[in-house]
């Protein structure tokens, strides 16, 4: 059992920045891979990003290329999301999830999941 805590989210101004966090306590952490989603009100979850356990490979929705980056810090058991430019149609519930079977982009794949962290973009 992994158990996922995400952090970093908030109220920011369109075309501002935040970083999302999400940690594990457990070390098997660092030998997954790692997917961020979303989910807005009345909508869907949607794919926003996923990066390998190693590191070495990434995956980006679309309407986050250029503006979102994955990245995850082994030593400290954390995977962020950086994310700048941000629009108020960024604005969800953003979740962290781990250890998917084969498909990164598909949430059905991911078996662990954290609680969420709400990220809203508003002037």
């Known amino acids: 059992q992994v158990q996922l805590v995400e952090s970093g989210g908030g109220v920011v101004q369109p075309g501002g920045s935040l970083r999302l966090s999400c940690a594990a306590s457990?070390?098997?952490?660092?030998?997954?891979?790692t997917g961020w989603f979303r989910q807005a009100p009345g909508n869907e979850r949607d794919f926003v990003a996923a990066i390998s356990w190693s590191g070495d490979h990434t995956y980006y929705a679309d309407s986050v290329k250029g503006r979102f980056t994955i990245s995850r810090d082994l030593a400290k058991n954390t995977v962020h999301l950086q994310m700048n430019s941000l629009r108020p149609d960024d604005s969800a519930v953003y979740y962290c999830?781990?250890?998917?079977?084969?498909?990164?982009?598909?949430?059905?794949?991911?078996?662990?999941w954290g609680q969420g962290t709400q990220v809203t973009v508003s002037s």
């Open positions: 457990e070390r098997t952490f660092s030998s997954l891979g």
């Open positions: 999830a781990a250890d998917p079977n084969r498909d990164y982009y598909s949430d059905a794949e991911y078996l662990y």
